[in-house]
């Protein structure tokens, strides 16, 4: 069964799969197995990975676009991974949170898209707060297709 939960103050949407949840409160879900409290940084021993993945848009003119690094305004630790989407391929780089608030994530050279869309996920499981994903974009000044 998949749950889908909006949080109705800052409209994010979470989906939970896996689950035969008949009922659930903030701290506790039930099933025809029993009751679970529902709280902690893992799931019985493995880590809480989450992830958020903005839309795809066209980050300027229309013209291909040359990604140089993506900015990410956020507080947490360690490792975290960034993913590029386009239209054809999908790209992950790993970085590092920065405690200053700050942080960088280098990309690749290759990718040449017109719509792009970011993701971020916290592949140690740590908790974190994300303000802004800026990604510095180029383009091109002559090629379009």
């Known amino acids: 069964m998949t749950a889908i939960v909006v949080n109705t103050m800052n409209g994010a949407v979470t989906e939970y799969t896996g689950f035969d949840f008949h009922a659930i409160t903030p701290t506790h879900a039930g099933s ?12 019985i021993t493995a ?4 992830s ?5 848009t066209l980050w300027g003119a229309a013209a291909k676009k040359f990604l140089d690094c993506v900015y990410f305004s956020i507080k947490g ?11 054809s391929a999908t790209y992950t780089y790993d970085f590092e949170v920065l405690p200053a608030g700050e942080s960088r994530a280098i990309t690749g050279r290759g990718i040449r898209e017109n719509y792009l869309a970011f993701g ?3 592949t140690n499981g740590a908790a974190f707060e994300i303000d802004r ?3 510095n974009v180029a383009q091109s000044k002559t090629r379009r297709i």
């Open 32 to 43: 025809v197995l029993g009751l679970y409290l529902l709280g902690g940084n893992t799931d």
């Open 133 to 135: 994903i800026e990604p």
């Open 120 to 122: 971020y996920s916290n």
């Open 47 to 50: 880590t809480i990975v989450a």
């Open 77 to 87: 630790n360690g490792i975290n991974r960034l993913s590029v989407i386009g239209e």
């Open 52 to 56: 958020a993945v903005t839309g795809k």
